[in-house]
């Protein structure tokens, strides 16, 4: 059962799962109902992550036109000895910021060898159940998990300290973060990994508008099934009474901004209501889910280097489309 965020230390027979509260993060049907009534109205991205939601993106990373995993997974498992040397080599704690199904990092740790791994998300129970399994894969490894709201900043519970500590945050998840944010959220990496930690990120780079556009909007209809999940799950913490039927996904690269915008998109004149209150939407008129923004190498190494990291050095696949850098506290 998931607990508080107390000290860690002694190894258990199973994973631990402590849940770090955050005084700054808002309550989630505030959160929701303030973002619907919005002029431009929106949901944060945060809320895909049920335990369906997180089953669906899974999907998501096995579709063909969804390269970024597979072409992140593939830069890994080309260059991980070096990047481990990079790093510092064997013996670090390994935290996994957006741990998922923990399965991006379990495919470091033959090379690796944590001494600790520490997976951080914000799906409590689907992060349980996906470190009991990895556990049962590697039960020499030390293993916690943290239930944490990113967005309101990166805090870890207190833990004894067993050499440096490697942050790991793949699937260019900094991309879902405006700049300005996505600089400050480094920043609190460069905090977390301390003097002699590293941090090993993927970013996924600009390309072809026709790359990007399918990879957010797939043929399959797994794209559209997790965007469209959200209203599920934002019916359940917030009272609305959202139809998916009503509403449909749309996707689209803006290469003003650099990112791919995911909306969802009104169908026919639909009223959505909630205790208290209530929006009326126009047939075409859109729900704001996600930015995913897109980088150069040259861009991103400025933000690295803007958050404190003294220097970076990266990874990329043979396309050019994709970059995996590891960067160094000093």
Known sequence: MPGDADHFDARPTKPRVVVVPSSQAPRPRDEILAGLAAPRPAIAPKYFYDDLGSRLFEAITQLPE???????????SGHLPEIVREAGGEGATLVDVGAGNCQKAARLFSALRPARYVAVDIAVGFLAASLECLQRDFPDIEMLGVGIDLSAGLRLPPMDERGRRLLFYPGSSIGNFAPDDAIALLRQFREAAGPEGALLI????????????????????????FNLNVLLHVNRLAGTDFDVRKWRHAAFFDPVSSRVEMHLE??????????????????????????SYKYTLEGFGAMLRDAGFARSRAWCDPRGWFAVLLAQAR
């Not at 969804?66 to 890994?76: M, N, P, V």
């Not at 993927?202 to 099934?225: C, F, R, S």
């Open 66 to 76: 969804y390269y970024l995993t597979r072409t992140e997974a593939s830069i890994l």
């Open 202 to 225: 993927g970013v996924d780079l600009i390309k072809e508008t026709t790359l990007l556009d399918a990879a957010y909007d797939d043929p399959l209809g797994v794209t559209a099934a």
């Open 266 to 291: 009104a169908r026919a004149d639909v009223t959505v209501g909630w205790p208290g209150g209530g929006r009326r939407f126009k047939a075409g008129d859109r729900i704001h889910t996600e930015n």
